[in-house]
């Protein structure tokens, strides 16, 4: 039972060393790059088309589910950097910041790409698909302390 409780007890912000905190920092930091190579692709490219509603429906999830793991693995590594009073960690975790930007601009031509598959989405609403399941995908990634 103590076990389980040591375990639960929440990390204080500057409560861990660098050194401790970096190999976890640098993970997520790893996955929003490779994600963020893969949405320049997509936006550099035309809007794919499909022969099916259902096709491109599969795309479309496929696409946002990226989006959202995208923005949760910069979300953990923030969550990451803040247990540590080392300002260049700090500093690493919130440079990809930016990325999330970028992933709205993704959505927004997937939006654009849905027009010209037959289907209407709303920019905010596909936002906010993406914003309600951040925070269940980044319970998913967060790795063991």
């Known amino acids: 039972m103590a076990l ?25 930091l790893d996955e929003a790059s490779r994600l963020a190579a893969h949405f320049e692709g997509v936006r550099r490219d035309g ?27 910069v979300a953990q590594a923030w969550v990451e950097a803040k247990t540590t009073d080392d300002d260049d960690v700090r500093r690493a975790a919130k440079a990809p910041r930016r990325r999330v930007h970028e992933a709205r601009g993704l959505v927004e031509k997937l939006a654009g790409c849905a027009e010209a598959n037959g289907s209407h989405l709303p920019i905010s609403a596909l936002w906010q698909q993406v914003e309600q399941e951040v925070p269940r995908k980044q319970a998913e990634i967060t790795l063991p302390r």
């Open 47 to 73: 809007c794919p088309r499909f022969a099916t509603p259902a096709e491109w429906q599969s795309y479309l999830d496929g696409e946002l589910e990226q989006v959202v793991l995208l923005v949760a693995h």
């Open 4 to 28: 389980v409780a040591l375990a639960a007890t929440p990390v204080l912000p500057g409560e861990r060393p660098a050194a401790a905190v970096w190999p976890r920092v640098a993970h997520h």
